[in-house]
């Protein structure tokens, strides 16, 4: 893989940082966007800012909402806030939208950003501008065409996998939240063109209760959807040796041409909400997986809901990295102020040899019933969601000058670097950190001796990294 310099913007994530603290969904709520502004404060005191470039996010319109969810839903989230939900009682009951999915201000606001990223990080892979673009935003599977569902408000995930399929014969969904992807499961269950596959906590009522090993789609999407339902203190050995030979038999059978990755970090050990045993590094382990398939990927966020256990570990692995002293939100670290808190909850791992054993010779024999992968005729391609061509150069210091790329930015993204893009995020903000670190390292690979240029990452909300030998789809000429 080689990497080359891209320019910097430092000054959006200043921007994307303050907008964020002002979307709060209440005081106990487990889900907190403001936590982005810790990642900020480590990005910033770690350097890696110098290997970023700063994007605003495109923003989601209600047009491209609709693409998958009710004209009556996206408008009711478009009018609706505190100030004026007494008038829509009906409508917050219709749309499931109330304790766990509440009205708080900037709701829209909140939905389109995080949407459009991961919108913008799809059209991207779309035209080869990158191989891999992260949204750690999105991942917002739980959303249902006509309502809210376990914080999720606008499903970003099947939106966007709406974007690949215009290009893309046959997309792979990937799921390693700790609840089922139920709203991306339900989006695709009767098609063979999106392939989705959840490891997930099942049983014992644990939300949202869907992800049986025997919901395998239907009619064209027979066999097509795929269940790993685990139960309580999975560990890293344990998940390791389930999640390979299955994502390796779902890639050889099904053979994708995009993948999407789902990475809530939720299934950490020590979640608010959950109940795994994963570690920091197992859980990187996941995407450095997926990554070596050299398949474009699109890396979306997820849950994760315990504040000092979620930071950047995933893309930047490195043991020389050591908490700073003088980093903004020191206290969070606490008790250990360690980048490696112990996420071990020495919960019993009641996944025996042998359940995971029928839960791999289930799969296997599914996956027997694809006889091959399918194919699709592509003669006429849709428009593109987002233009990137501009004949004037825009000013760096114009407000919003970032909004689109430039030609010229395109050919030097078209050549090089990583995108690294920071929009508004639902996990919490170590968790964030941690996912960032090891992804680096597993998308990246270890350093070589060999002589390379300056790597450098850009910051928007999407983020795009251009490497070397990734498989690629070209549509059929109209």
């Not at 009711?76 to 999915?101: A, E, I, R, Y």
């Not at 966007?160 to 939240?177: A, N, Q, T, W």
């Not at 987002?386 to 004949?391: A, S």
Request: with cysteine; proline share 4%.
């Amino acid at each position: 893989m080689t990497l080359s310099a891209v320019g910097l913007r430092l000054r959006l994530i200043c921007k994307l940082n303050s907008v964020c603290v002002l979307v709060v969904l209440g005081a106990g709520h487990p889900m907190k966007p403001h936590r982005l502004s810790l990642t900020h404060s480590l990005v910033l005191h770690y350097g890696l800012y110098k290997k970023m470039m700063v994007f605003k996010p495109y923003k989601a319109s209600q047009h491209d909402m609709c693409r998958f969810h009710s004209e009556d839903y996206i408008d009711f989230l478009q009018k609706v806030s505190p100030n004026n939900m007494q008038g829509f009682t009906k409508s917050l009951n219709t749309f499931n939208v109330g304790d766990d999915c509440p009205v708080f201000p900037g709701l829209f606001e909140f939905c389109s950003r995080y949407t459009g990223a991961s919108l913008q990080g799809a059209t991207q892979l779309n035209h080869k501008i990158c191989d891999i673009a992260i949204n750690w935003a999105g991942g917002l599977h739980h959303a249902k065409k006509f309502e809210a569902s376990g914080f999720c408000y606008v499903n970003d995930i099947v939106i966007s996998i709406l974007e690949l399929l215009k290009y893309h014969p046959r997309v792979l969904y990937i799921d390693i939240d700790i609840h089922h992807g139920d709203g991306v499961q339900e989006a695709f269950y009767l098609t063979d063109r999106v392939m989705t596959v959840s490891f997930h906590k099942y049983g014992n009522y644990f939300f949202p209760g869907t992800g049986d090993m025997y919901e395998v789609g239907a009619e064209s999407g027979r066999y097509y959807c795929l269940n790993v339902p685990l139960r309580d203190g999975i560990d890293d050995q344990s998940y390791r040796q389930l999640f390979q030979p299955v994502i390796k038999q779902v890639v050889d059978f099904y053979q994708p041409t995009c993948i999407v990755l789902q990475c809530g970090a939720d299934s950490l050990g020590c979640d608010r909400l959950g109940c795994f045993n994963l570690s920091i590094r197992g859980h990187g382990e996941c995407v450095e997986f997926v990554k070596s398939f050299k398949i474009p990927l699109l890396v979306l966020g997820g849950g994760g809901y315990t504040v000092r256990n979620v930071w950047y570990f995933h893309f930047l692995n490195s043991p020389s990295f050591s908490l700073l002293l003088c980093a903004e939100y020191f206290e969070y670290f606490a008790p250990d102020f360690t980048l490696h808190p112990d996420v071990s909850t020495r919960i019993e791992n009641q996944n025996s040899r042998q359940y995971l054993e029928q839960i791999r010779q289930t799969v296997f024999e599914n996956l027997k019933m694809l006889n091959h992968a399918p194919s699709v005729q592509i003669h006429d391609v849709p428009s593109d969601l987002l233009g990137y061509e501009r004949n004037d150069e825009p000013d760096p210091d114009e407000r919003g000058a970032e909004d689109n790329y430039t030609s010229s930015r395109l050919s030097n993204l078209e050549q090089a670097g990583l995108t690294f893009s920071i929009g508004y995020v639902r996990w919490d903000i170590l968790h964030i950190t941690a996912f960032f670190i090891t992804s680096w390292n597993a998308l990246t690979g270890k350093k070589k001796k060999t002589k390379q240029k300056k790597q450098n990452i850009s910051c928007t909300a999407t983020v795009l990294i251009r490497c070397q030998g990734f498989r690629t789809f070209s549509p059929a000429a109209p």
